[in-house]
């Protein structure tokens, strides 16, 4: 799961930042920053990802191994599941939170150094649950 959200990311960066960004030949020293900066965010989102991902992926596996051989009906499997999905919600909503966050701190920065950006949905799978968070994107100009 590392390996396909570095690659994702790497080719988010590489599409963003290479359509049209550098067409001109008068890119400023701000325009570098807001690249760099972007870049930097996009790293930390992935690194927050791949934390949340993991952490969420061994509560599943622990959960799974729990309600092993319960009847789906069962209290105790009801009460397991009930505690596997608050955990769960816990830790995609700080993640969705804090990446969130930082996306739109990177994107006003950005516009503040002459580079418009925008927020780029993937889907993230947190154990059992898909959700979408929000990496960054250069908006590709047309002069």
């Known amino acids: 799961m590392k390996k396909f959200l570095t690659i994702l990311f790497s080719a988010v960066l590489f599409f963003g930042l290479g359509t049209g960004a550098f067409a001109s030949d008068t890119s400023s020293s701000d325009e570098a920053k807001a690249y760099e900066l972007i870049e930097k965010t996009n790293a930390k989102i992935a690194d927050e990802i791949d934390k949340a991902v993991e952490k969420s992926d061994k509560l599943y596996a622990d959960y799974l191994t729990s309600v092993e051989g319960l009847d789906a ?41 002459g580079v418009e950006a925008e927020c780029e949905w993937i889907l993230v799978r947190f154990g059992d649950r898909d959700v979408w968070i929000d990496p960054i994107r250069v908006v590709p100009c047309c002069d």
Do not use: C, G, H, P
């Open 73 to 113: 009906s069962s209290e105790e499997y009801i009460k397991l599941t009930e505690k596997y999905n608050k955990q769960l919600d816990q830790i995609v909503d700080k993640v969705y939170n804090k990446t969130f966050d930082m996306t739109a701190d990177a994107i006003e920065k950005a516009a503040e150094l």
